[in-house]
């Protein structure tokens, strides 16, 4: 988008209007804000929102200069895709914190910089941070339900030993076993599929 200098309407403007006059304010509002300084965007509140919209917006333009391959390769194995997407996030963390840690005091303020979080490092910090936290939880539930999974195939296993024995006891022979078995699987299924209409 290219800002024509001749036309007033491109070039931010506060959208404060003034008391006396009535008239829309001509001062430029702050970077990032709607209001110039002498409208409120002197605020502490104001500044802050500002300045969070500037981190997104570069965000935003660093995601958006990307160059997205359609060729790249599927993830075809989600736990060990999210286990390295976990590992780089972590390690990601461990180095922006690092650097807020190591951080000169800031000039204005005389704080260290690791307790500025506001900065550029302090929102990429926190944000991936978050990321890192939601993915940890859903590893977890998969890992849940990969276990009521595995329960599940036990559950299984145990059956087919406990008939076993019961054929065992009744001394029947490789037919009859057969049939057993055959039956079991029916009826077995056929509680499965009662169970989900049940449930649904
Ligand atoms: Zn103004």
Do not use: Y
């Not at 965000?59 to 286990?83: F, H, I, K, R, S």
Request: hydrophobic residues 45%; charged residues 25%; aromatic residues 2%.
């Amino acid at each position: 988008m290219s800002i024509d200098p001749t036309d007033a309407s491109s070039t931010p403007r506060c959208t404060a209007t003034a008391k006396g006059t009535g008239q829309r304010c001509k001062r430029r509002p702050i970077p990032g804000g709607t209001v110039c300084v002498k409208h409120g965007g002197g605020a502490p509140a104001v500044r802050a929102a500002a300045e969070r919209r500037q981190l997104e917006a570069a965000a935003g333009a660093v995601l958006a200069g990307m160059v997205w391959n359609p060729a790249a390769a599927p993830v075809t194995d989600n736990v060990l895709e999210m286990q390295r997407l976990a590992g780089s996030m972590r390690q990601a963390v461990d180095v922006l914190g690092g650097r807020l840690e190591d951080g000169d005091p800031c000039e204005e303020c005389g704080r260290g910089a690791g307790a500025d979080l506001d900065s550029v490092t302090g929102t990429a910090w926190l944000r991936v941070l978050r990321e890192l936290r939601q993915l940890l939880a859903d590893m977890q539930r998969l890992g849940i339900a990969e276990r009521a999974v595995e329960l599940e195939a036990d559950r299984v296993r145990l059956i087919a030993v406990a008939l076993g024995r019961v054929f065992d006891v009744l001394g029947l022979d490789v037919e009859q076993r057969g049939v057993g078995t055959r039956v079991l699987l029916e009826e077995l299924r056929a509680a499965a599929v009662a169970g989900e209409v049940a449930e649904s």
